[in-house]
């Protein structure tokens, strides 16, 4: 089949739909707030449900299993047949999702269900919604807008997202009532209205039509290889320690407050890493290679840090913690996304940002590395650990720029 170029949509059009790129960061939005909802009402799964804690990782490795097919396939096929399709149905993902995860009372295959789902959401969300965001950030879409403008409009609504979905599910899980339910409810009732705009948004993608490619070519290229591979873990690494692993080392200094106090530090770091973007706008516009570099030195101190409250046991110091690794998370998300649209061939703009994003998840496993270490070496000694291949990443990176500048 031969591919065909999409022609923009005319300026009076454009002109008459204002700022069409609201309308794709906001089901962004809501798509990702589908995925970081779960995680405050884990302990609340082992308490009430009286679920192990084998099967409440077995809930997130499910998660897992439907991100990593979202961020292979959806980048490619919206490549292929259009940004709006397949993100729509990304947006029915989140919202079957919530539906449900809200009935997960009944029994562990509809939280299977719901956690397959949310990672399908995810994953599509963020794979062709950054796409998506960069082609209406410019020319006829957004004439005012300047280059890093799609990339900082994606990772804060990914940021905000995740943080509103931690925050609703966490205020509920310590304080409200019927925290099993209530937050999947708002979710939908939430999303539901939203939902349809991602019809109406034009659509951008440079070829539609032509065969879906079984590789992306640009996933070869050195400064894809050396830059954002090295940095992309780092990325994820970051906030699986701050609020997916940290809480639980400070869990004694916290009692009957634990929920509180990892939804505190999941919207403290995600919420920073939104408001560090436009301080940050001429680093990560001009020079992301640097701005990489200073991510990743900022995601190391974290983790020393990190490795400070647990050795203190200080839970004011975790959030400090929380700070300094939404700084990097912020600058590095931008960086990243950035290198990864320069690198990005006309056709495979969204499938190189699934090989990104499949790469940048990877970080997530930290947290089961840490776990496995502390029987024999503590829970610090790992952290410091982790703390020098942070150091010994920014120098690849160092040299990496240089060479493949």
Not at 144 to 151: E, I, M, V
Not at 236 to 259: K, M
Not at 288 to 312: E, R
Request: aromatic share 8%; with cysteine; hydrophobic share 55%.
């Amino acid at each position: 089949m031969t591919a065909t170029l999409t022609a923009p949509a005319p300026a009076l059009t454009i002109t008459a739909q204002r700022r069409p790129w609201i309308s794709v960061y906001a089901v962004m939005f809501f798509s990702t707030w589908a995925g970081n909802q779960f995680s405050p009402l884990l302990l609340l799964y082992k308490q009430r449900e009286h679920y192990s804690a084998l099967a409440v990782n077995g809930f997130l490795g499910v998660y897992v299993l439907g991100l990593a097919p979202a961020f292979v396939l959806s980048g490619a096929l919206s490549d292929r047949y259009g940004r709006r399709p397949v993100m729509f149905g990304g947006v029915l993902a989140a919202l079957a999702a919530s539906t449900a995860l809200a009935f997960g009372g009944t029994g562990p295959v509809m939280i299977c269900v719901g956690r397959l789902l949310a990672g399908i959401a995810v994953g599509t969300a963020t794979c062709v919604g950054t796409s998506w965001l960069k082609e209406l950030s410019q020319g006829v879409y957004d004439p005012r807008a300047d280059a890093g403008a799609g990339a900082r409009r994606a990772t804060t609504s990914f940021s905000l997202g995740s943080a509103a979905g931690a925050l609703v599910a966490g205020l509920f899980a310590q304080w409200g009532p019927w925290p099993l339910q209530l937050p999947f409810v708002i979710h939908v009732l939430l999303t539901l209205p939203f939902a349809w705009l991602v019809l109406r948004a034009p659509e951008t993608a440079v070829t539609v039509g032509a065969p879906t490619r079984s590789r992306v070519p640009t996933a070869g290229h050195p400064r894809f290889v050396r830059v954002v591979m090295v940095a992309a873990p780092w990325l994820f690494v970051a906030p699986s320690v701050t609020f997916g692993y940290l809480p639980v080392l400070l869990e004694e200094t916290t009692p009957g407050a634990g929920i509180a106090y990892a939804t505190l530090l999941t919207v403290l770091a995600l919420g920073v890493s939104a408001l560090i973007q436009p301080w940050a706008k001429r680093l990560v516009t001009t020079r992301t290679g640097p701005g990489l570099v200073a991510a990743i030195l900022l995601i190391t101190a974290g983790v020393t840090l990190a490795a400070i409250a647990d050795h203190a046991r200080s839970w004011p110091l975790g959030l400090l913690v929380a700070v300094v690794m939404g700084c990097g998370i912020g600058v590095g998300m931008v960086c990243a996304i950035l290198e990864v649209q320069r690198i990005a061939g006309p056709g495979d703009l969204a499938a190189l940002t699934g090989v990104f994003y499949a790469i940048a998840y990877t970080g997530f496993l930290t947290p089961a590395v840490l776990a496995a270490l502390t029987g024999a070496l503590g829970s610090t000694a790992p952290l410091l650990g982790v703390a020098t291949l942070g150091l010994l990443s920014a120098l690849l990176l160092i040299i990496a720029h240089r060479r493949t500048r």
